[in-house]
């Protein structure tokens, strides 16, 4: 184990918004699982994450309350597994004490990891999630012959000090402009579930097919499935006669890893923002995919990306910000979150990409979902991820209303695309 | 696999409509496959209900901790000091009597109707001990017995109008129903202070706020159930910007 010369670190910058703006609605708590061939044994389980944890320290913590901020504080235990019981990606008392800004589920073949937005993104759990894994299949048999790579961390490898960065300040620039301002973005007017409840459904699809359609259109997967959802709420729009008086407009998360060399373990991403407004007519779906294409060749730059870094960084740099105590800002931020963030959003949609595993134990484990964390301002999202042959599309919805859905799922099985659907709804 | 008709999409054996569209799967014979159909999720629990329960139980256990120690510190400084008896059994009254309100409060008990007959009962009780503190009944069968049951009426009636009415537009009814539980209580409240103050009745400013809040609320109910489409065409004419 590593000595750490101090037992607390500050949240990096994307993270420091979460904690103050979660509510019974808005848990900012999202899920990646696995499921197996096999019963999951939880005795095992609990061994491997013991064992796998000392490999990520920087998650063996708690949430602190500090007088101005949050921090996380280093901690001696060990978080227990439990049964899931609940619904998925509900909210978590981790501000209490010795409670961990994740939790590790089982349920018969499926392991499930449902970890807070304050501590890490997709790219940091999923890292999290295989090496957990790999750990428990090491258990289940001594004799398993792994190889590197694949993004997976051993319980026994040191530990990069690059891992623990903010990248967001180290790659933040001063002197450069804002981004443009946000508008108010149109949304879906569905009628939002009782407290506590989180309804999921996805589609498992086979990759192949998708995937010939995007290079048909010479774009990428997440492209053409953006382009589909677009197309969707369009069909939605003028199916129900809904009177549109916003853009449609998408948020995309990036991943930062892909433009910066960073390997950071905790957020790094910003959020990308194509829009169409569905006012000025119909679109055809090849007009649709023209201006998602280039709309992501212009913003997916460092040029572009780095006026979002430096006005995230900015404002928390702000002295005036950093000076309001954390009870103020825990009032102030849910509000200025829906003005400024989750208004100005349709709906979000968040590629996780191709998980692979290593040839050993790629063929113990059945698939990945990924479901997006609920949140009251849009009542709708997407998470998808693709293991093996197969793509899962899920949609995270604070409704019982299953419009969207419907007409998108129906529209990959017009393309006579096999769809197969499962959902946690009763 | 079992799939629906009117989506295209495969579905688990144990679904029965589609998620999508809600249309009913037809059944295939599941003998012909022997694929094992599992739950993919937990029938789920709803955690916000189960927390919020939580820190309800701790606030209350708190509380009565909080009632209880008050009462052992009333009861000692009476046996001790031997002072002032009256003041003191006033508190002991009152104290443990919000004890019954909070817990009535906190809704342990789950039907409503219940809940506001037993919220008079504890208030019947307290007026009775307060009243009788001094071992003489002077106002609580007069005054407070006839308030109270007029006040449990008025509310089980606006609970029940309530709850007939949940499924109408709320900004209409929720007033409406204000408006008469208030007018109904402000008439009958004067007639039980004027009766027992002179023994004759004699309405005066209950009938001003009687007949203003039950005219607010025959608007709004009526101009809710019954504006001809003539009347309706009319306003949106003059009024039209
Ligand atoms: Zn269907």
Not at chain 2, 53 to 64: P, R, Y
């Amino acid at each position: 184990m590593r000595q750490h010369s101090k037992n607390w670190y500050k949240l990096d910058n994307a993270g420091k918004l979460y904690p103050s703006i979660t509510s019974t609605r808005v848990s900012t708590v999202f899920r990646v699982s696995a499921t197996l061939y096999d019963e999951v044994n939880p005795t095992l389980l609990q061994t491997a994450l013991n064992n796998i944890i000392e490999r990520f320290p920087y998650y063996k913590v708690n949430l602190k309350r500090g007088l101005f901020w949050y921090y996380f504080e280093y901690t001696g235990n060990c978080p227990v597994i439990e049964k899931e019981t609940f619904y998925p990606c509900m909210f978590m008392y981790y501000k209490r004490k010795k409670s961990f800004p994740f939790r590790v589920l089982y349920y018969n073949k499926k392991i499930s990891i449902e970890i807070s937005h304050s501590i890490t993104d997709g790219t940091g759990v999923v890292i999290f999630l295989k090496s957990l894994l790999l750990e428990y299949f090491r258990l289940l048999n001594n004799n398993l012959c792994l190889e590197k790579d694949h993004g997976i961390f051993f319980s026994h490898d040191p530990i990069d000090q690059e891992e623990t960065e903010d990248a967001f300040h180290k790659y933040y620039q001063k002197h450069i402009p804002d981004p443009p301002k946000l508008k108010k973005a149109f949304h879906f007017p569905f009628k939002l579930n009782a407290k506590g409840e989180y309804n999921i459904i996805t589609g498992i699809i086979p990759i192949e097919p998708l995937l010939a359609a995007a290079k048909k259109h010479h774009v990428s997967l997440t492209q053409y499935l953006l382009a589909l959802y677009f197309d969707t709420i369009q069909e939605y729009i003028h199916s129900n006669k809904v009177k549109l008086r916003h853009p449609v407009v998408m948020n995309v998360p990036v991943n930062l890893r892909n433009l910066y060399p960073s390997k950071t373990m905790r957020n790094f991403f910003i959020s990308i923002t194509p829009q169409i407004d569905f006012r000025l007519g119909t679109y055809s779906f090849d007009e649709i995919l023209d201006y998602i294409k280039c709309y992501m060749k212009m913003s997916i730059t460092r040029k572009n990306i780095s006026r979002y870094i430096h006005k995230n960084v900015k404002n928390e740099k702000s002295l005036f910000v950093r000076l309001i105590p954390l009870f103020i800002k825990n009032l102030l931020l849910p509000v200025l979150y829906n003005k400024y963030a989750e208004r100005n959003f349709t709906s979000s949609i968040s590629n996780l990409g191709q998980i692979t595993m290593p040839k050993s134990i790629e063929n113990k484990i059945e698939r990945f979902e990924f479901y997006p964390p609920p949140s009251r301002g849009n009542i709708i999202k997407l998470g998808v991820v693709s293991y093996k042959d197969k793509i899962y599309i899920s949609f995270g919805s604070l409704t019982k209303t299953t419009e969207i859905e419907k007409i998108f799922f129906r529209k990959i099985r017009r393309m006579n695309i096999p769809v197969k659907i499962e959902t946690n709804r009763e | 696999m079992p799939y629906c008709p009117k989506c295209g999409v495969e579905i688990d054996y144990t679904i029965k409509n589609c998620p999508l569209c809600t249309f009913p799967i037809p059944k295939i014979d599941e003998d012909t496959n022997p694929i094992s159909t599992e739950n993919k999720f937990p029938h789920p629990e709803n955690i916000y209900y189960e927390e919020l329960l939580k820190m309800k139980n701790q606030a209350f256990f708190a509380i009565s901790i909080l009632i209880f120690s008050a009462v052992l510190v009333l009861m000692t400084i009476i046996s001790i000091f031997k002072v002032s008896q009256l003041a003191i059994t006033y508190s002991i009254i009152s104290v443990i009597s919000a004890w019954f309100y909070i817990f009535l409060f906190f809704g342990y008990i789950r039907s409503k109707y219940y809940s506001i007959l037993a919220l008079g009962f504890v208030t019947t009780c307290l007026t009775y001990g307060l009243d009788n503190v001094d071992k003489e009944i002077t106002w609580f069968y007069s005054y407070a017995l006839h308030i109270i049951v007029l006040s449990v009426l008025i509310l089980l009636l606006l609970l029940y109008l309530y709850n007939r009415s949940k499924l109408k537009n709320q900004f209409v009814f929720i007033p409406a129903h204000l408006c008469i539980g208030i007018s109904l209580f402000s008439a009958a409240l004067e007639c039980i202070l004027d009766f027992q103050a002179n023994r004759a009745i004699q309405l005066s400013w209950s009938l001003i706020v009687f007949i203003v809040l039950m005219s607010i609320a025959l608007i709004l109910i009526g101009l809710y159930y019954k504006l001809p489409d003539r009347m309706k065409e009319k306003i949106k004419r003059t009024l039209h910007i």
